[in-house]
């Protein structure tokens, strides 16, 4: 049997039906070119007929070339009572560019009684009538039994049949769901060497499952494993309820770790920077703690582990982070020990002896008994690391700030900041507005030093969360800043503490431009200026 295994994936119809899922025509244009970067062999597009974002949607990618991935139109077997060729939503099918159509049709009597209250063998001539059509229009055909699982619990035989309708309709795949999400790995892989043995060796068979039970992707494999030959999914698990079967674990468990050939090797090493992206396309934070992709996937904490990952990788890691374009992160806490520290700051390019690396250790657990915490703080880390080992230069010297927020009669709410700091023996002062006091702030350093330093230009802050780390001390309480800060190419976060706020938010935006302008990030801009066209 081949090992070969085609992936279809469906966040632009299945995934989009997930709570506040929601895309432009043109932002489901930019995820079907990453998704086509990856290898995906099919795109599921959407329904032809179900509004007029669909339809436009359809019109545009047209008109799009993809060098790997086929487009399929979604759609129903024929309505009760009427024809193949006489069905508008079929007619529409045909009439699409897509090269696939997807036809989802009932499997399970439940269904038939409850929801299209047709008889079992009106609902066989409708999934082979339909099927038929769209071949005569040129069309390949995918059919998606529906409820496939919980009908062969119900009468396998019926089940079969419903398969055998399609296939002999000229259906190239025939595709099991586990609609419901009801069913448990094993109970997925009996049906599955089932079907595979009834259709016979020349019947393609798919799997389409939902994670209700949190067996999607394990549902997934199962079927794999027992001769299903293409597995639909979405990027990140999006989907209704509890999403689909998730396509960014599903894809490295196949090509790593089972040994089915699904894409390249360049590909797959793809798979984090695209998961990201269609996060970012779907305005949805990461997960962190999701496998393969996620930033905590290959991040270690503790001391043992990362004596253990220093030796040898993979003593704590079940494969190599790069592999499908992940990093390795050694987390920073007062459980760390000096082994971490030396790592991480080899990881930076810097060379810390024992004793440098005693003192970065004391000089963490007294920061965190104050309130900070590295983890999410790499850039400050790395400041610290350098200011430990004396290859530390500030951006500046700070001689005062000041921050005012006025409230007008009107409504409106003013903020001004000023700041006084010297650069090279020179002293700059420079006042800014803002929509709040940090953003004033920050306004007004970029203002006086930007000159000095053009990275900074690049230095975009993406993120800005604000902890209280004693409530029952109330508005005295002491603060906990975090920002994160992008220049396009890298991405890394800073830290303040303070009794006041702003405060915090000025030490942590500070170490978040000082952070930007360590060697290797403050190049990006210049070489990524040099390879551009022309220069």
Not at 23 to 35: F, G, I, N, T, Y
Not at 150 to 172: I, N, S
Not at 319 to 339: F, H, Y
Request: charged share 25%.
């Amino acid at each position: 049997m081949s090992r070969h295994v085609l992936l279809y994936d469906t966040t632009l119809r299945d995934g989009m039906q997930g709570e506040g899922m929601s895309l432009s025509v043109d932002e489901k244009v930019r995820v079907a070119h990453a998704l086509d970067g990856l290898g995906v062999h099919f795109i599921e597009a959407g329904f032809p007929s179900s509004n007029p974002k669909e339809e436009a949607l359809f019109a545009v990618l047209a008109n799009e070339r993809f060098e790997h991935a086929d487009v399929a139109a979604f759609g129903m077997t024929r309505r009760r009572g009427i024809t193949a060729d006489a069905d508008p939503a079929l007619r529409l099918l045909a009439d699409s560019f897509a090269p696939v159509c997807t036809l989802v049709g009932k499997t399970w009597s439940l269904h038939l009684e409850k929801v299209t209250k047709v008889d079992p063998e009106e609902n066989l001539a409708m999934i082979g009538e339909s099927v038929a059509f769209l071949r005569e229009q040129g069309k390949r055909v995918i059919y998606d039994a529906e409820h496939f699982f919980d009908g062969y619990r119900h009468d396998p035989a019926y089940a079969l049949r419903c398969l055998k309708a399609a296939v002999e309709a000229g259906a190239e795949n025939v595709t099991l769901c586990d609609t419901n999400g009801s069913s448990l790995p094993n109970q997925v892989a009996d049906a599955t060497q089932h079907v595979v043995l009834e259709l016979g060796p020349d019947v393609s068979v798919g799997i389409h499952t939902h994670d209700d039970a949190g067996c999607g992707v394990a549902n997934s494999l199962a079927a794999i494993e027992q001769g299903a030959r293409l597995v639909q999914g979405t990027m990140n698990g999006y989907g209704e309820r509890c999403g689909n079967a998730n396509l960014t674990s599903i894809l490295p468990a196949l090509q790593l770790k089972m040994g089915y050939e699904c894409v390249t090797s360049e590909q797959i090493a793809r798979l984090t920077e695209t998961s990201h992206l269609v996060d970012e396309i779907c305005n949805v934070s990461p997960n962190p703690n999701q496998p393969y992709v996620g930033k905590n996937a290959f991040a270690h904490k503790g001391g043992m582990h990362v004596a253990g990952i220093v030796q040898d990788a993979r003593t704590f890691e079940h494969m190599d982070p790069a592999a499908v374009g992940n990093d390795r992160t050694l987390l920073i806490s007062e459980l760390s020990g000096k082994g971490t520290v030396q790592a991480r700051a080899e990881q930076r390019g810097i060379e810390l002896d024992e004793a440098a690396a005693t003192r970065v250790v004391d000089r963490v657990k007294e920061l965190e008994h104050r309130g900070f915490q590295f983890e999410a703080a790499d850039g400050s880390f790395d400041l610290l690391i350098r200011r430990e080992t004396g290859d530390y230069e500030p951006l500046f010297r700070l001689e005062a700030w000041r921050a005012i927020v006025e409230k007008r009669e009107d409504g409106r709410v003013m903020t001004e900041a000023t700041i006084k700091i010297w650069v090279d023996g020179e002293r700059y002062i420079r006042t800014a507005e803002g929509n709040g006091p940090v953003n004033a702030l920050d306004s007004a350093l970029r203002d006086a030093i930007g000159e000095i330093y053009p990275h900074l230009r690049d230095i975009e802050l993406v993120n800005f969360k604000v902890r209280i780390l004693d409530e029952t001390k109330g508005t005295g309480a002491i603060t906990r800043v975090l920002l994160d800060a992008s220049d396009g190419t890298d991405t890394w976060g800073s830290i303040g503490v303070s009794e006041n706020i702003i405060e915090a938010s000025w030490e942590a935006l500070v170490d978040s431009l000082e952070a930007g302008m360590l060697p290797g990030r403050s190049e990006h801009s210049r070489r990524d200026a040099a390879a551009a066209p022309g220069t």
